[in-house]
């Protein structure tokens, strides 16, 4: 771990949650869940902490179950994750003119994912297993039924009036 970074991860909090599951190594994927809640992501730094912390378990292990999951990110998320299906369901019924709406207000360009002010990030999923309500957006949880273009801005602007 890196002094630079080390103040950006809370030992005792990453300590409180790994006794929070007993210290087992299989409770690994509950403890990265945690601390991906409390970070937004799982920070390089977290990862080798609790690599070394843990009996039984190496920094490469933790980062192998990391990677291997979909549900896990090592990137810093928005506060607000918005979720677009792009289903067969949702993809015929206009779910890409949505997206391109959403790149579009939260001005996400070149491939970035997450507004710089970290309050959005932006993702597009296979299935939300909501077929009959595509096209499907889904925000923190919060599902967005038979979304349009000017649907989804209304909801963003909503958003950020509440944030400010």
Do not use: W
């Not at 006794?19 to 087992?24: F, H, L, V």
């Not at 038979?146 to 509440?162: F, G, N, R």
């Amino acid at each position: 771990m890196t002094a630079e970074n080390l103040h950006k991860i809370d030992t005792s909090k990453l300590d409180e949650i790994i006794a929070q599951y007993e210290g087992k190594k299989s409770n690994l994927i509950a403890i990265l869940q945690k601390v991906q809640e409390v970070y937004r992501y799982l920070p390089e730094d977290a990862m080798i902490y609790i690599g070394t912390k843990m009996e039984g378990l190496s920094p490469a292990t933790v980062f192998g179950v990391a990677t291997f999951y979909a549900q896990f990110s090592l990137e810093p998320k928005g506060k607000f994750e918005i979720k677009v299906c792009d289903g067969t369901a949702c993809h015929v019924r206009g779910s890409m003119p949505v997206l391109n709406a959403i790149k579009a207000r939260l001005d996400l360009t070149d491939g970035k994912m997450t507004t710089n002010d970290g309050l959005f990030s932006l993702e597009t999923v296979s299935c939300l297993g909501a077929c009959g309500l595509a096209p499907v957006v889904v925000v923190n949880g919060k599902v967005y039924p038979q979304m349009t273009s000017d649907a989804i801005k209304i909801v963003l602007d909503t958003l950020l009036k509440e944030e400010a």
